[in-house]
């Protein structure tokens, strides 16, 4: 992985990085010397969707249907729960809209937890939504009990966006054995479908790191791998040269999570959600040729005050109010077309989707 002075621009790419649509120029002094990526240019607020009362929204994976409506594939849990109600409770749901504004109708819950003794039996999380090969295919994230290490990646499959889908019941990807970097979990599904083959990126980290780490903060570094199948359900073999992006020998427990991939003009793209690189608050961009050597960060997108968003002060609940998280891409012709994440807070002091326009 290349140092961050190898790739971090001058101060001179400062002035590029102000014409950003949005950007309020006084936060740039947080990033004098950060390099902001060509995807962050000309991002526009569109605003919250799916605000649901009641419940918290979170992983909002877009897609458009045949008929040109914009369907989303949603995370949601009990308000009661919380924030990390996620880990214990969560169920994937469908909405539909006329338009990536919205508004958003809620259709149907797609995955719910099943009974004791599934590998998804205590949460469905983290979906991620794309057509391939004539049928659609929705990632996932499951626990059998409500714990982090057994987070496991499922893949369901259905010949229309409503349905009816076959899901697995079996996980498509496990951790590696005791002592690997990724033995405690699989997680944050990214995938793209490249020269006839399934490729499958996927979060995870070690189980030492999170048991003895002396840091209470710390619960383990997040790095993300690469499995690779001849077929779509598998199997998927990890690729021998993993973690393909680690940061932590970058120092100050530096990561990531939450990646989203696609391929467009050559290049393998990836977004996600910046933990330490530069700070919590904004995401990450990086670019590769090959879809293994990845690119140092650059910024791909800031918080909501940083695109003129005002929003209510945050309650005490909510720790990371003000952040986009969890990005997904609408993408049209192969091109991204809208950006939705994740945030806390809303009309009901929860969490929804932000959408936002990509240039």
């Known amino acids: 992985m290349p140092t961050r002075r190898q790739f971090l621009a001058t101060l001179a790419l400062a002035p590029f990085a102000r014409m950003a649509a949005g950007f309020a120029a006084g936060r740039l002094i947080d990033f004098p010397k950060a390099d902001f ?106 626990t059998s009990n409500g714990k982090t290490d057994t987070k496991r990646i499922g893949l369901a499959t259905a010949p229309t966006l409503e349905g009816p889908w076959t899901r697995p019941d079996a996980p498509l990807l496990l951790p590696g054995e005791t002592g690997a970097w990724e033995d405690h979990c699989t997680t944050n599904p990214a995938f793209v479908k490249h020269e006839g083959k399934y490729w499958l990126y996927y979060k995870s980290w070690n189980t030492q790191e999170y048991v003895t780490s002396k840091d209470p903060t710390i619960r383990g570094n997040r790095k993300y791998g690469l499995a690779v199948a001849d077929q779509l359900q598998g199997p998927y073999v990890k690729y021998a040269g993993n973690p393909v992006i680690d940061f932590s020998k970058q120092g100050h ?69 003000g952040r986009l998280e969890r990005p997904q891409l609408l993408m049209r012709n192969g091109k991204p077309d809208y950006l939705f994440c994740a945030a806390q807070g809303g009309k009901y002091m929860t969490a929804s989707a932000f959408v936002l326009k990509v240039g």
């Open 37 to 142: 990526s060509k995807f962050s240019k000309n991002l526009k607020p569109v605003g919250r969707a799916l605000e649901m009362e009641g419940y918290y929204v979170w992983c909002n994976s877009p897609i458009y249907g045949p008929d040109g409506r914009v369907h989303v594939f949603f995370s949601r849990w009990d308000a009661k729960k919380g924030m990390g109600g996620w880990l214990n409770g969560c169920e994937i749901a469908r909405a539909v809209a006329d338009t990536p504004a919205g508004p958003f109708v809620y259709q149907e819950t797609v995955l719910a937890p099943r009974d004791p003794g599934f590998w998804d039996a205590t949460t469905c999380h983290n979906p991620s939504i794309q057509l391939v090969d004539g049928q659609y295919c929705l990632l996932f994230m499951g």
């Open 253 to 321: 427990n530096k990561q990531f999570e939450d990646a989203f991939v696609w391929r467009q003009n050559g290049r393998f793209c990836l977004l996600a959600h910046d933990m330490g690189v530069y700070n919590h608050e904004v995401g990450l961009y990086l670019e590769s040729k090959d879809g293994k050597e990845w690119s140092y960060p650059k910024i791909a997108f800031l918080a909501l005050r940083d695109y003129g968003v005002q929003e209510p002060p945050a309650p005490p609940k909510l720790k990371r109010y």
